[in-house]
């Protein structure tokens, strides 16, 4: 009886250090430190545009917004931001040879201690300009798959898309 009530109490004791040590972030696999050091590596975007937060309500595509960058410059899409996606996803990724996607710039992380349920962190995917050129770059608002206008799920809106031209000088 006593050997089961120590092993009762020393699995009780091992959970409450594992529970504890995964709300303190141990196996988040995030790291401040680590992410500030990325942030670092990769600077803010010299030029940002935001997609509209609205796409829900929308009832056409929103007008193009023109861009211009030298090579080497880098553009900043903000897709998201607060604990919601906005479902915007890239539908047509522009001329590969004119402008390549880069890393994420994160501008607001989620907290990782504690670990907030359901939290997106704010970012822009990021996009560097390789050679003079103008390409396009198309996003649509969805759950990613409409093709050509016609979506995968019922709910689906394939009706509504921003483009960004992008002219590297």
């Not at 529970?19 to 988040?28: A, E, I, N, T």
């Not at 590596?41 to 917004?65: H, I, K, M």
């Not at 539908?91 to 390549?100: P, Q, T």
């Not at 689906?156 to 590297?168: A, F, G, L, P």
């Amino acid at each position: 009886m006593r050997r089961r009530i120590t092993t009762a109490v020393v699995a009780l004791l091992a959970a409450a250090l594992l529970l504890v040590s995964y709300l303190d972030g141990w196996w988040s696999g995030s790291d401040p430190a680590a992410d500030s050091a990325a942030n670092s590596a990769a600077a803010r975007p010299q030029q940002e545009v935001s997609l509209p937060s609205d796409g829900w309500t929308a009832t056409s595509p929103y007008p193009p917004s023109t861009v211009t960058l030298a090579v080497g410059q880098r553009l900043g899409v903000r897709t998201t931001g607060g604990a919601l996606s906005h479902r915007w996803y890239l539908g047509a990724a522009g001329d590969g040879k004119v402008l390549r996607p880069g890393p994420d710039f994160v501008i607001t992380p989620c907290p990782t201690n504690p670990p907030v349920p359901g939290c997106a962190p704010e970012f822009d995917l990021t996009f560097e300009a390789l050679t003079p050129g103008t390409t396009t770059l198309t996003w649509l608002f969805g759950q990613g798959g409409c093709v050509a206008g016609v979506p995968r799920y019922p709910a689906e809106r394939c009706d509504i898309s921003k483009s960004v031209q992008i002219t590297v000088r």
